[in-house]
């Protein structure tokens, strides 16, 4: 089964082509959320260099976030163009479990965090049972602080830009149970991501195109300030 996926949910555009547990190419640009730019040349220059085509793939996997809401919305439009042209299937993955798959094997929580905004946090906790990755807490969104109060005492690992950012605050509640991820590991993988989502299509199937969308866990900015906007009228 070969694959080719990409995510967009951070300030990194990441995309990979994963054919039966094997990565063959991977292509990560962090920088600038210049995904609209960058995104579709990147992966046409990947594939070039693999001397493969979009044609010559099985089914592409989406990363859905949560994260930046226009980041987001731009990998899955992709997907869904890619898919729609060429008739293939998807496998959707959301971004926090691509985080936690790339810490590898471990017996401590894993807590994928990113940062969403001020003191909140997109995040999710999951542990390796065997090769399977278990979701303790499926994808959310929490302060640190009511994060922290869940797993204080609790060994685990951070992983994500929210352990960088968040750093000092989180030793402090934890101590010596936590440990954080390196640098690498806190960039989503699209190989990850396509590694989980070969997975997931072998034991669950695909999805048509049409089905897939983003995962939001809070309205987006617009969203808030229309509210506010109204609120303060209705006011």
Known sequence: ???????????????AVVDNGEIICEYTLNQKKTHSVHLVPMIEEMLASAELALSDMDGFA??????SFTGVRIGVATIKGFAQALSKPVV?????KTLAFGV????????????????EVFCGVYRREGDQLIAELAPTVLTMDELLSRYADK??????DAGAVHQEKIKEVLGDAVCFADVRQNIV???????????????????????????????????????????????
């Open 189 to 235: 993988s699209a190989a990850n991501l396509t590694l989980l989502a070969e997975k997931e299509a072998i034991e669950s199937g695909f999805l048509p195109y049409d089905e897939i969308s983003p995962l939001y866990l809070r309205p987006s900015q617009a969203e808030r300030e229309y509210e506010e906007k109204n609120k303060g009228e209705k006011e």
């Open 62 to 67: 989406c990363g859905v976030g949560p994260g």
């Open 1 to 15: 089964m070969r694959l080719l996926g990409i995510d967009t949910s951070t300030q990194a555009a990441t995309a």
């Open 92 to 96: 959707c993955v959301d971004s926090l």
């Open 104 to 119: 590898g094997p471990t017996d401590k929580r894993i807590i994928s965090a990113m940062f969403a905004r001020v003191d």
């Open 155 to 160: 060994p685990c690992i951070f992983v994500g």
